[in-house]
């Protein structure tokens, strides 16, 4: 009997086996696999396989000792206890398969198998004496029986999963903390971590030290978190230590003193006051170079007091001896302290300057850099020192610093502003683009973005934001635009057709109205405004109505008629004079006449004109006065009079000579 054996990682196993012989086909047994899924803790998944074989088929078979077995890889938690195993058979062949059971060679007793003639099932129950551990990676399940006849097995298996060890969450990492000022300790607080069972439940547990105990400098102390469930100790720990930072104290450090050697001596015994260090943790040492009362020859000679604590922290104060008989070492030419950016595309710098040089009035004056010209400097701070000896042992040292700043910022390549129309019928469109390329020339760190390829953009302008930062602090923002455009301008209907009409009577304008018309668009109409209303009073002449549909994206729409009031009615002119009879003023051929000039109206405005005006002068004889009302739509109306100025004066002789008397010219008989 063969059988294929499947497993499932479930408290109870469900397991249904279909198999073939030679010469069957496919089609004799069909099977379904429903595939298992984790719910989570306190959920249950499930696992079924259902097979349905044809019985019956008029095959022969041949019984001989044959045997189930099926190799397979941990389908059950490590650790896993079998309990018992429940068979059911179905077959098409009668009788009874005694066999026996056994997991990775080690038997687990005997089973008896029972085949019905009709395809139904009996059942065979098998319970395990002794738990059967199931460890190993791969493991091996073996039926051992008697019969060749198609059948089919259902094997259910119940185990047990013993209880797991307690874990913890939030374990802090070693801490490093400075002494507080003054004092050889500091209290030190953290976030206490939480500790679970296997089933993650909180559970308590105990610790060596608490968050806010007293830490005292030396070394690291280890402080341990203990929790137990079921029997079983979970421990985890991390570690404290206390750093002294402060650095001892050195007082009563005298001034450089100066002294000139005795004549004919190189040498002069140089005294001060005694100098003293404290520290907040103790000393370990305090030296000094030289002592009061030594011998120091001619030049400089620096004393120097180091005093070190018990962390290894020195202190170092110096004065000078200065022995006048010569001069000190000079180093000149000392750089200026040096600020480089790193490399380009590197996290270091090449850093060249102009080495000092050293001179003294003795010989055998030596200068050495702690750093060569041409170095390779790291990211930070770092001091070069060039120190000068002359024969006499004067010691000068000068420095300058090398700061090697990352301002390199990260580079966001590939991006460029896009611009799409928004998708037909709708107020946005899906856009996507290539992720761009993010570099950096040390490390970089954390990369944000606004917005992701194939996100949804609506109309407008989208700006896309990515920020890149290194771990010197530099950061680079690169943006581009995402334009989705509306390109669909909204739609007025119902625009009427041009109007025209008459004023009123006696008015000079006329209400007009009419069907408004409506406006859509494929986004939102945002406004539909008109320059005038249904029923506004319009005055004469034309006037445009103008519709204007606006939408989101600003597509404006315009549609309009016109409106035409027509004034048809003629001025009117009272009050015109009558004919106007004056007398010519004395001695002149004419008259100035006046008169009350007539009044004029219109149901609009009216310009009032005249061929004379009141006042004109007028000659003697009879003229007509006509006066025209014209309004703005060219209608008019005339009235006249006439003025007659009459000569009822005779004429009159004037600068009459009197009586002439002359002689004649020389040689006539006349005068001239």
Same mark, same amino acid.
């Given at each position: 009997?063969k ?5 499932k ?8 086996? =279909? ?43 041949i ?15 490590? @650790? ?12 098409i062949s009668?009788?009874?398969?005694? @066999? ?6 080690t ?17 065979d129950?098998? +319970? ?12 091996t ?22 209880g ?27 976030l ?10 909180v559970i308590?547990?105990?610790?060596t ?14 402080v ?28 009563g450090?005298?001034a ?25 943790? @103790? ?8 002592n ?11 004393? *120097?007091?180091?005093?070190?604590? /018990?962390?290894? /922290? ?25 600020s480089? /950016? ?15 040089v ?15 010209i041409?170095?390779t ?43 799409v129309?928004?998708?037909?019928g ?11 390329n ?9 990369? +944000?973005?606004?917005h ?6 609506p ?7 990515y920020?890149a ?5 530099? !950061? ?16 007025i ?15 000079c ?8 018309? %409506? ?7 945002? %406004? ?33 008629f016109?409106?035409?009031? *027509? ?7 009272? /009050? ?7 007398n010519?003023?004395? @001695?002149? =051929? ?20 005249s ?10 004889g ?17 009235? !006249?009079?006439?003025v007659?100025v ?7 002789i004037?600068?009459?000579p ?12 006349n005068?001239?």
């Open positions: 009997m059988i294929n054996l499947l497993f990682i479930l408290p109870q196993l469900l397991l249904i086996v =279909c198999f073939l012989r030679a010469g069957e086909v496919k089609a004799q047994c069909v099977e379904t696999i429903l595939v298992p899924f984790y719910i989570g803790s306190g959920g249950t998944a499930s696992y079924v396989e259902t097979s349905s074989c044809v019985c019956n088929q008029g095959y022969t078979y019984d001989v000792n044959e045997y189930a077995e099926r190799n397979f890889t941990n389908p059950l938690p490590v @650790g896993a206890v079998i309990s018992s195993m429940d068979f059911i058979v179905y077959g009668c009788g009874i398969i005694p @066999g026996t059971v056994s997991l990775n060679g038997a687990l007793g005997n089973v008896t198998l029972v085949d019905d003639c009709d395809c139904s099932c009996d059942s129950n098998f +319970s395990v004496s002794g738990a059967a551990s199931y460890n190993t990676a791969l493991n399940i073996r039926i051992d029986g008697n019969d060749l006849a198609p059948s089919m097995v259902e094997i259910k298996i119940t185990y047990t999963v013993p797991g060890p307690p874990f913890f969450t939030g374990m802090p990492s070693n801490i490093t903390a400075n002494a507080a000022p003054g004092l050889c300790n500091v209290a030190v607080n953290w206490e971590p939480i500790a679970f069972n296997n089933i993650c439940a308590p547990y105990t610790s030290h608490n968050s806010g105990d007293v830490f005292a400098v030396g070394v690291p102390t280890t341990i978190y203990s929790a137990t469930d079921g029997g079983i100790t979970t421990t985890e720990s991390f570690t404290v230590t206390v750093l002294d930072a402060e650095f001892p104290v050195i007082s450090m005298p450089n003193i100066t002294m000139v050697a005795p004549v004919g001596s190189c040498e002069t015994a140089i005294s001060w006051p005694a100098v003293s260090a404290t520290d907040n943790c @103790g000393l370990s040492s305090f030296l000094s170079t030289h009061s009362g030594d011998i120091f020859s001619v030049g400089i000679t620096t004393v *120097t007091y180091t005093a070190e604590d /018990n962390s290894g /922290n020195i202190k170092l104060e110096t004065f000078d001896v200065i022995i006048i008989d010569d001069q000190d070492p000079v180093i000149s030419g000392m750089p200026s302290n040096v480089v /950016n790193t490399d380009a595309g590197s996290c270091v710098a090449v850093v060249n300057w102009t080495a000092p050293v001179t003294d009035n003795c010989l055998g004056a030596t200068i050495t850099p702690d750093f060569l041409g170095s400097f790291p990211l930070g701070l770092t001091t070069v020192t060039y120190t000068a000896t002359d024969a006499s042992g004067n010691i000068v040292t000068a420095s300058f610093t090398v700061t090697v700043t990352d301002n390199e910022a990260p580079e966001i390549l590939g991006l460029a502003n896009i611009t129309n928004i998708t037909s709708f107020c946005n469109a899906v856009v996507t683009w290539a992720a761009p993010i570099t950096d020339n040390c490390v970089l760190g954390p990369v +944000s973005q606004s992701n390829s194939g996100d949804v953009f109309a407008g302008t989208t700006t896309v934001n920020t930062e290194d771990m010197a602090g530099n !950061s680079i923002s690169v943006s581009f635009d995402v334009t989705v455009v509306d390109n669909e301008s909204p739609v209907s119902g625009t009427p057709s041009n109007i025209s009409v008459n004023t009123y009577v006696g008015s304008d006329a209400v007009v109205t009419w069907v408004v018309p %409506s406006a859509t668009d494929n986004c939102a109409v945002i %406004s539909f405004t008109s320059s005038h209303n249904s029923g506004d009073v319009f005055p004469l002449g034309p006037t445009t109505v103008v519709y204007t549909a606006t939408d989101l994206a600003g597509n404006l729409t315009n549609d309009s016109t409106i035409t009031v *027509t004034d048809n009615e003629n001025p009117v002119i009272t /009050n015109v004079p009558s004919p106007l009879p004056v010519a003023a004395t @001695g002149i =051929c004419g008259e100035i006449v006046s008169w009350t000039a007539p009044l004029a109206s219109d149901n609009c405005s009216v310009i009032l004109t061929t004379h005006a009141s006042g004109s002068f007028f000659p003697v009879t003229m007509l006065v006509t006066y025209t009302a014209t309004d703005p739509s060219g209608n008019t109306a005339t009235a !006249s009079f006439n007659t009459i000569d009822n004066q005779p004429p009159a004037n600068s009459v009197g009586n002439i008397n002359i002689n004649t010219d020389a040689g006539v008989c005068a001239i």
